[in-house]
């Protein structure tokens, strides 16, 4: 028997990570140009969604380890897409803020998304993407107690 992706489907963590690289070559293609790069914008877009973050925060709600975070917002911060503030509760610590250049970056690069993600959407039956998002959540709680045991 011959086995291809309709006899084999993948598990709970090949799935994940086929889903994570095909999400990712989207996200690429819709940034490709704006001098930013996949990664970058999802730490822009969280930055700009929650507001002020300290790279402590970033790196515990993208599941990103403290030094690659470092390295996005150094990256983010030479480009001028963020600056660094200080944090109005600990002055020994910062926060992320967004700057001009880094909203209009933003809002460029969320005209191309929204139409892509519309386009996801459009492939999918009424219902899933709440029913997928809601699936993931779980999943990504599922992962996150696992590994603080």
Do not use: C
């Not at 911060?77 to 992320?96: F, I, M, N, T």
């Not at 803020?97 to 386009?119: D, H, N, V």
Request: a positive charge; proline letters at 4%.
């Amino acid at each position: 028997m011959i086995r291809n992706r309709t006899t084999v489907k993948p598990g709970l963590f090949l799935q994940p990570h086929v889903v994570a690289n095909l999400s990712g070559t989207l996200i690429e293609e819709i940034v490709e140009g704006s001098g930013i790069t996949a990664s970058e914008f999802a730490v822009s877009s969280w930055v700009n969604v929650r507001g002020a973050s300290t790279p402590g925060e970033l790196s515990r709600e993208l599941g990103l380890s403290p030094t690659t975070v470092s390295a996005m917002v150094d990256r983010r911060v030479r480009k001028k897409q963020l600056r660094r503030a200080r944090h109005p509760e600990d002055g020994r610590s910062y926060v992320l803020e967004p700057t001009a250049k880094g909203r209009s970056t933003q809002a460029a690069i969320g005209k191309r998304f929204a139409k892509k993600l519309q386009a996801v959407r459009g492939n999918l039956a009424e219902g899933d993407a709440e029913e997928i998002l809601e699936a993931m959540r779980r999943f990504e709680d599922a992962l996150r107690k696992t590994l603080a045991e």
